[in-house]
T-cell receptor, first 110, second 114 residues
Framework: GDSVTQMEGPVTLSEEAFLTINCTYT??????LFWYVQYPGEGLQLLLK?????DKGSNKGFEATYRKETTSFHLEKGSVQVSDSAVYFC?????????FGTGTSLTVIP | DAMVIQNPRYQVTQFGKPVTLSCSQT?????MYWYQQKSSQAPKLLFH???????NEADTPDNFQSRRPNTSFCFLDIRSPGLGDAAMYLC?????????????FGPGTRLTVT
């Protein structure tokens, strides 16, 4: 069935370090892909999205490219800040249902 | 600002005592969702509404019920909460005509069962 596999955390980085959070998916057809972010004590917020192969989603310095050949949608940021500390969820939408990954906790230390 | 509002943010109930969580939205979206999120886990879809059409996930326990009296409001009723129902409950909305069904989440209600 359709699913999302996400890199396990927690991830701890120093400020200004490079971030990669891996996400791969299994789906039939052509799903849309998303990254959501959840700050402590809050609900999920859409961070970025991509709707077709080779699309690049970007927001707040974060980027992810929809790679159909590797069924991946890895999240990257060139220089993380303390305020980026949160849990990040990869998700896909198949036209029928949303599937979320298990989340990756990121802590950025000054 | 258009938004999804959940009340209360924190709810404490006793084992077996019915509890109701509420969600309202000013986005005028016709799809509303309830998710359960346990610590360090992905949100798990409990059910959703397309307008007034109720769609229950196959593995959602009968203990969980929902009501949607109008477009703006949706309620989650837990008839007899058990200790295992302690979790964050997230409400989300999306627009039916949006092909991506991008979901807008509320801040969540953290439920504690004593």
């Amino acid at each position: 069935g359709d699913s999302v596999t996400q890199m396990e955390g927690p991830v701890t980085l120093s400020e200004e370090a490079f971030l990669t959070i891996n996400c791969t998916y299994t789906a039939t057809g052509y799903p849309s892909l998303f990254w959501y972010v959840q700050y402590p004590g809050e609900g999920l917020q859409l961070l970025l999205k991509a709707t077709k192969a080779d699309d690049k989603g970007s927001n707040k310095g974060f980027e992810a490219t929809y790679r159909k050949e590797t069924t991946s949608f890895h999240l990257e940021k060139g220089s993380v800040q303390v305020s980026d500390s949160a849990v990040y969820f990869c998700a896909l939408y198949t036209g029928n249902q949303f599937y979320f990954g298990t989340g990756t906790s990121l802590t950025v230390i000054p | 600002d258009a938004m999804v509002i959940q009340n209360p943010r924190y709810q404490v109930t006793q084992f077996g005592k019915p509890v109701t969580l509420s969600c309202s939205q000013t986005l005028n979206h016709n799809v509303m969702y309830w998710y359960q999120q346990k610590s360090s886990q992905a949100p798990k879809l409990l059910f959703h509404y397309y307008d007034k059409d109720f769609n229950n996930e196959a593995d959602t326990p009968d203990n969980f019920q929902s009501r949607r009296p109008n477009t703006s409001f949706c309620f989650l009723d837990i008839r007899s909460p058990g200790l295992g129902d302690a979790a964050m409950y997230l409400c989300a909305t999306s627009a039916y005509r949006d092909r991506l069904k991008e979901q807008y989440f509320g801040p969540g209600t953290r439920l504690t069962v004593t």
